[in-house]
């Protein structure tokens, strides 16, 4: 039977497989990447017995039934190097550089999943809209304010379009130094050639004073959710290290987790006491749970952080209030300034960047103090 791939196919095959190819006996397969929130279209031809792929481009930028309506042109466009970066000036218009940009970070390690998922999600949702069809040469002043900063001061907060800024220019930059383009568009500008104005960081929206109330709506969830919450809570981490926790990352003897550099946002390595009731409550979890990750629907891959959005939808939907997982790790925080916690302790227990001063700090002094800080919120929220 002769195999078709389609748009509608692969988003089934993203929501339901757990096989990373599929194919189409148009000498065309498409690899899912790891998020599985889209993928890359590959040529094949074989010589001999070896298959040899050459990219064509990602989906959902570039569509299943564009692709084929273009085949013998877009496969054209390949083989005159037209449309890859293995020569200088080869990628001269701004959406194939970013699609190129994107592939690269999906195979290049030195990059954290973390910034490849926003990567993509802005270059898909923002960039591609602003810069598709322009020449990279055409990348001026003028056309960063027009097209992004002035173009998406409605729908994206500051912060947001300094972050896309951001990613365009770590594009451009990386392309430069790889003779993928000939020049960097983006040499000598910078953010505050569009605003020089301070970002203001935003109070949480959940106080100090609303902890009870949040602690007994936890207590309240299913226990593999209740875990999650508390977890997050008590040890304010980030929504995603929690949900790509490990049982290798536990040491429940002594009453640590240690979440590795490739899961932290910071990418530096977090050393993070549990007090007694935690440690309790994952050798709980423990007991009936079979797989490598803590949470876990099939025990293969981690939850996604949508499903933990989802999970955080369903505990507020009990209360009179809106918060979100960083909400939890501000209250964290709010809770152990009002405690008396130093905030060099603080800031190691979120995880914020630190300085060398602050890094013998930790070694010699803090992690007593961590302890305790940790001891006197999880006391609050385990009931």
């Known amino acids: 039977m002769t195999k078709r791939i389609t748009d509608t196919s692969i988003k089934q095959f993203l929501a339901t497989s757990d096989k990373e190819w599929c194919f189409d006996s148009r000498r065309v397969e498409f690899r899912a990447n790891k998020l599985r929130t889209g993928g890359t279209f590959y040529d094949v031809v074989?010589?001999?017995?070896?298959?040899?792929?050459?990219?064509?481009?990602?989906?959902?930028?570039?569509?299943?039934?564009?692709?084929f309506k273009r085949l013998?042109?877009?496969?054209?466009?390949?083989?005159a190097g037209e449309r890859t970066g293995n020569k200088v000036d080869t990628v001269v218009e701004c959406g194939a550089l970013l699609l190129?940009?994107?592939?690269?970070?999906?195979?290049?390690?030195?990059?954290?999943e973390g910034f490849v998922k926003s990567a993509y999600y802005l270059i898909h949702k923002h960039l591609l809209g602003c810069f598709e069809g322009l020449p990279v040469a055409g990348l001026t002043r003028n056309a960063i304010y027009k097209r992004l900063y002035r173009a998406k001061q409605n729908?994206?907060?500051?912060?947001?379009?300094?972050?896309?800024?951001?990613?365009?220019?770590?594009?451009?930059?990386?392309?430069?130094?790889?003779?993928?383009i000939a020049a960097d568009p983006l040499k000598?500008?910078?953010w505050r050639d569009f605003s020089t104005s301070k970002e203001k960081?935003?109070?949480?929206?959940?106080?100090?004073?609303d902890l009870a109330t949040v602690a007994a709506e936890i207590n309240k969830a299913q226990f593999n959710r209740r875990l999650f919450?508390?977890?997050q809570l008590c040890q304010a981490t980030r929504i995603e290290e929690t949900c790509l926790a490990e049982w290798s990352h536990f040491y429940l003897d002594r009453g640590e987790w240690v979440i590795p550099a490739e899961n932290t946002k910071t990418g530096v390595e977090l050393r993070t006491p549990l007090s007694p009731e935690l440690v309790?409550?994952?050798?709980?979890?423990?007991?009936?749970?079979?797989?490598?990750?803590?949470?876990?629907?099939?025990?293969?891959?981690?939850?996604?952080t949508m499903t933990a959005c989802n999970w955080y939808k369903d505990l507020r939907s009990g209360m009179d209030m809106y918060f979100t997982s960083h909400d939890m790790r501000k209250l964290a925080n709010d809770y152990w300034m009002q405690s008396g916690v130093d905030s060099t302790v603080r800031k190691m227990l979120l995880n914020h960047s630190r300085g060398d001063l602050e890094g013998r700090y930790e070694s010699e002094y803090a992690w007593p103090l961590m302890v305790e800080a940790v001891g006197k919120l999880a006391a609050e929220v385990v009931l």
């Open 155 to 180: 729908s994206l907060a500051l912060s947001s379009i300094r972050t896309a800024w951001a990613v365009l220019k770590r594009a451009c930059s990386l392309a430069a130094k790889l003779e993928v």
């Open 229 to 231: 919450f508390t977890l």
């Open 72 to 79: 013998s042109e877009i496969r054209a466009q390949v083989m």
């Open 100 to 112: 190129w940009f994107l592939n690269h970070i999906e195979h290049d390690k030195t990059f954290s």
């Open 46 to 67: 074989y010589k001999g017995h070896r298959k040899i792929r050459t990219p064509l481009g990602k989906w959902p930028a570039l569509k299943a039934s564009d692709l």
């Open 201 to 209: 960081a935003n109070s949480g929206r959940l106080k100090v004073d």
């Open 280 to 304: 309790a409550l994952l050798r709980q979890a423990r007991a009936s749970r079979r797989g490598q990750y803590v949470f876990s629907r099939c025990g293969k891959r981690p939850i996604s």
């Open 188 to 190: 000598g500008i910078g």
